[in-house]
């Protein structure tokens, strides 16, 4: 009998998310009781310059909670899931969170030339 692995499903996060130096984006709720069936993750992203002269540098970081409706914190003693440069399509982090239900990514801009010039953000989660 053939081994059955578990399907990769990949949801989007940020699509061409406007974002200048200092800014953070959020994404929606991500349900994770049904697709989390290996406990592995990981994200896509591409920053581009905007109307900024330098793309900038991207930190995700996300923030977790038992409740659907619940108050979402980042827990203690998590470093920074990743940090997506001025490339499109081409970064990926194995990221390891912690055991939540439900989770959310931030997305914080650190340096796409100054405040008010923006970078163009899109990340995808992929997770099995």
Do not use: C, W
């Not at 349900?31 to 930190?59: K, M, N, P």
Request: net charge neutral; hydrophobic share 45%; glycine share 12%.
């Amino acid at each position: 009998m053939a081994e059955r692995t578990a399907k990769i499903v990949t949801i989007p996060l940020f699509k061409n998310l406007s974002l200048s130096a200092g800014d953070t984006g959020t994404s929606g709720i991500i349900d994770l009781r049904e697709i989390a069936q290996t406990g592995t993750f990981s994200i896509s992203s591409g920053v581009a310059a905007g109307t900024s002269t330098t793309a900038g540098t991207t930190v995700f970081t996300y923030v977790a909670s038992p409740y659907f409706d619940g108050t979402f914190v980042a827990p203690a003693g998590v470093a920074a899931l990743g940090t997506s440069g001025a490339t499109i399509g081409a970064y990926f982090a194995s990221i390891s969170p912690v055991l939540a239900p439900f989770i959310k990514i931030v997305a914080t801009q650190t340096g796409a030339g100054t405040a008010g010039a923006n970078s163009q953000i899109s990340a995808e989660l992929h997770v099995r």
